[in-house]
Every structure is written in structure tokens, then in C-alpha cells.
């Protein structure tokens, strides 16, 4: 899996100058628009969920991020408040808060006269084993492995990320809604069963973890929009699916 680009309503061509690297194709017109929209939301959000390269903060500067979420949204039939993607940061600012927040850790010395120091990971986990106390690293990561083989998907090595990572998870959530757009209506099934066993927890848990920490900018914004949004695909699907109508 690899990252989602961050896409805008415009066609390529016709986009602003500044915005023309965040914008994208429309989807097939033979295909599930709600399903393929939503399939959007979850790619934006795992391209949003990173340390930020020129074109990513380009984007959220340029607000080409926020006008795409509100459009793909729109195009859902979920109700669900459009987060503010936006920032008025430089690129540094927005990285060392993201480094901060998700990847450095905090060491504490707990006694000087052995130098004995308490290692703790980073403030917010990204990983769905550190939000589930019952069950062990191995059988979350093993249980993803065998879900994302099934369907053919494979994890970039090179990336150093477990399966459990919240982007690889956002990522895809969002390949079971382009896949019910476009070939397997049974993917809906699929995605609920995802939903609920595993990007839900991990949803709450980062969001609840970002609502401690102060200063998260756009972070905290995206953490919130995600839980809202998993809530309410997985509502939307379990209502559809136990009515015995079409996923």
C-alpha cells in the first residue's frame, strides 16, 4: 500500500497553479460514486496522517486539502462535520509538530546518582496494538496480515510500518470502498467486519490520545474527522447490510 494523493475538485488542467499536484481525476461514471467518494475520504486522510513533504503542505496552505475533503464528503450520503484542513504554519513548524506528536520519544532521568532513565515511545501512538490492552502485538499484526493478503494487498517493507499503522489501516479501508465501487459489492462486508474489529479502535484511541495534547494543529482536526467518519461508515454500512438491501 502507498500513499493517497491529496486531490481537489478541479480537473488537472484547469486547477490553479498552486493547487495543480493536489488535484485528481474523476472516478469512472459507471461506478458507485458514494462507495468511490468515501474511498477518497479514507485515501486524503492517510496522506494527511504524515509528515508533511512540500506538496502535502502545499495543500493544506493552499486549502486544496480542505476544499476536497468538504467536496468528496459531499458526494456521500454520510453526515458527518468536514474537519478544517488548513494551516497557516511553514512546513518545518508542521513537521516538527508532527515528529513531536507521533514519533520522537521522552526520556526521563529517574535517578542521578545511577543515571537510571525512564524511556517512554511518543505521545501519540499511530499504532492500533498500543489501543488494545487485551490482545498481544502479534495477534493485531498477524490478524491484518492475513485480512490484507486475502485481498491481495501487500505492505511496503521499505516503509518500516507495521500492519497496524493507522495509515496503512486508513489506506485500506479506503482500497475495500474503490473495490466496492467499482467490482465487488460484497467489499461493503468486508469493510464493515475492518471497520469494527480494527480502524474504529485505533480512531478512538489516537483521537482520544490528540485530545490531551495541546498545540496538535491540523493533527488533532484530522484525528477528530477520522473517528467521525469511521462511526459513521460503519453505521451507515451495518444499517444497509442488516436490512438486507444492497451494500
Known amino acids: 500500500m502507498s500513499d493517497a494523493e491529496?486531490?481537489?475538485s478541479q480537473s488537472a488542467e484547469d486547477a490553479p497553479e498552486g493547487d495543480r499536484r493536489a488535484v485528481d481525476d474523476e472516478p469512472p461514471t459507471d461506478a458507485d460514486r458514494d462507495a468511490a467518494a468515501r474511498g477518497g475520504l479514507y485515501a486524503l486522510a492517510a496522506r494527511a496522517l504524515t509528515e508533511p513533504d512540500e506538496q502535502l503542505h502545499e495543500a493544506l496552505a493552499s486549502g486544496a486539502l480542505d476544499r476536497e475533503c468538504r467536496r468528496l464528503l459531499d458526494r456521500t450520503t454520510l453526515d458527518v462535520h468536514p474537519p478544517d484542513l488548513t494551516t497557516d504554519d511553514d512546513r518545518e513548524t508542521v513537521c516538527a509538530r508532527f515528529n513531536?506528536?507521533?514519533?520522537?520519544?521522552?526520556?526521563?532521568?529517574?535517578?542521578r546518582t545511577d543515571g537510571t532513565i525512564d524511556a517512554e515511545g511518543p505521545s501519540v501512538s499511530l499504532y492500533e496494538s498500543g489501543y488494545r490492552p487485551e490482545a498481544s502485538w502479534n495477534d493485531v499484526n498477524l490478524d491484518l496480515a492475513r485480512v490484507y493478503d486475502y485481498f491481495g494487498v501487500e505492505v511496503d517493507t521499505d516503509r518500516r510500518e507495521n500492519h497496524d499503522h493507522y495509515r496503512l489501516e486508513l489506506e485500506f479501508?479506503?482500497?475495500l470502498c474503490r473495490r466496492e465501487a467499482a467490482v465487488d459489492p460484497d467489499a461493503a462486508r468486508a469493510r464493515?467486519?475492518?471497520?469494527?474489529?480494527h480502524l474504529a479502535v485505533l480512531s478512538e484511541g489516537v483521537a482520544d490520545a490528540l485530545d490531551g495534547e495541546p498545540g496538535t494543529g491540523y493533527y488533532g482536526e484530522l484525528a477528530a474527522f477520522c473517528r467521525r467518519l469511521i462511526a459513521a461508515d460503519t453505521a451507515d454500512l451495518a444499517d444497509r447490510l442488516e436490512e438486507g438491501g444492497d451494500p
Open 6 to 8: 491529496p486531490v481537489d
Open 100 to 111: 513531536d506528536l507521533f514519533v520522537l520519544g521522552h526520556t526521563t532521568v529517574e535517578d
Open 173 to 175: 479501508a479506503g482500497y
Open 192 to 197: 464493515l467486519d475492518f471497520l469494527d474489529r
